[in-house]
């Protein structure tokens, strides 16, 4: 099993940046994807997830980024985006993709990480 | 949503010591608590979950305990390579949510 993320950057305040998970090793569709993210030097702050088709596709955000931030997936591609709109400096640091282990339940795989600044 | 408050935010303790981490849920969140190991610049790997239960392959000086609101995460003899920051997190509801960690520092 392997994730792996990729789009992170600089963003300047207002602006948007779409990070992609890409993965490999296990049946994409059956599972959800969960997106955490770090500020430097902080703890792990839950961003928000997408269902499996299974369970309907829909998402779940954290308050923090509801209304901001848009999680989509296309099975065929094996692969989760995470579209960062709106951005403010704290929505700065480390973005994990990572997979459960099954519906619900605990985060048993997660990617590298990408690194995302918001800053003028 | 449901908070978690993990105690203490550092600890230091010397090799071999018994170590305790203690997360308190602000609801009961049943036995859905995972504990997750952070050594710097990796990503969090599961030590615990369902509250108790072993992650394959992890060494049996982990291990945890608890249900309702109240959990712990015990190291039984501290090792070198446990210096790392722990996290529990709560996947009762669809609105996962962590712990602020507890640095682990060796004496």
């Known amino acids: 099993v392997q994730l792996v993320e990729s789009g992170g950057g600089l963003a300047q305040p207002g602006g948007s940046l779409r990070l992609s998970c890409t993965t490999s090793?296990?049946?994409?569709?059956?599972?959800?994807v969960t997106w955490v993210r770090q500020a430097p030097g902080k703890g792990l702050e839950w961003v928000g997830f997408?269902?499996?088709?299974?369970?309907?596709?829909?998402?779940e955000y954290a308050a923090s980024v509801r209304g901001r931030f848009i999680i989509s997936r296309d099975d065929s591609k094996s692969s989760a985006d995470l579209l960062m709109t709106s951005l403010k400096t704290e929505d700065t640091g480390i973005y994990y993709c990572?997979?459960?282990?099954?519906?619900?339940?605990?985060?048993?795989?997660w990617g590298p990480g990408t690194l995302v600044t918001v800053s003028s | 949503d449901i908070q978690m408050t993990q105690s203490p935010s550092t600890l230091s303790a010397s090799v071999g010591d018994r170590v305790t981490i203690t997360c308190r849920a602000s609801?009961?969140?049943?036995?859905?608590l995972a504990w997750y190991q952070q050594k710097p610049g990796k990503p969090p790997k599961v030590l615990i979950y369902?509250?108790?239960t072993l992650q394959s392959g992890v060494p049996s000086r982990f291990s945890g305990s608890g249900s309702g609101t109240e959990f712990n995460f015990t190291i039984s003899s501290l090792q070198p390579d446990d210096l790392a920051t722990y996290y529990c997190?709560?996947?009762?509801?669809?609105?996962?949510?962590f712990g602020q960690g507890t640095k682990l520092e060796i004496k």
């Open positions: 990572t997979r459960d282990v099954s519906y619900g339940s605990y985060l048993s795989y």
């Open positions: 090793g296990f049946n994409f569709g059956d599972y959800s």
């Open positions: 997408i269902r499996s088709e299974t369970y309907g596709g829909t998402s």
């Open positions: 609801q009961s969140i049943r036995s859905w």
């Open positions: 369902k509250a108790s």
């Open positions: 997190q709560q996947y009762d509801t669809s609105s996962y949510s």
